[in-house]
């Protein structure tokens, strides 16, 4: 099962988080919770990929957090697909946008 959300072009959008402060520092903590869960966080061309185990209260946490995100920063394409494995979580956004997905899903540096 697939979903997207965000622009289809980027440019569409304004860089702009719609969140107040208190909302940025709950929904940081909502972050860290998640990349605790995460299997892997990958870099890709224009954003990122994060894999989480395969998991009812998991996947919806994934997935509310995809629509959340959608919300507040619709700059950003973000997609959610799930297999019998794993629920994986991409998000992508301009160039100008990388160091706000690298701040939500930081990749590990070898």
Do not use: K, Y
């Not at 959008?13 to 892997?40: F, K, M, N, T, Y």
């Amino acid at each position: 099962m697939s979903e997207s959300r965000g622009p289809r072009n980027h440019s569409e959008a304004p860089l702009a988080c719609s969140l107040s402060a208190g909302e940025q520092v709950d929904r940081g903590i909502w972050l860290a919770r998640l990349r605790h869960a995460a299997l892997a966080i990958e870099a890709r061309d224009g954003g990122v990929s994060v894999r989480f185990p395969a998991g009812g209260a998991l996947e919806a946490e994934v997935r509310a957090i995809a629509a959340a995100e959608a919300e507040c920063c619709p700059f950003l394409d973000i997609a959610v697909e799930a297999t019998a494995d794993q629920v994986e979580l991409r998000m992508d956004g301009p160039p100008e946008a990388r160091p706000i997905i690298d701040a939500m899903f930081p990749v590990a540096s070898d």
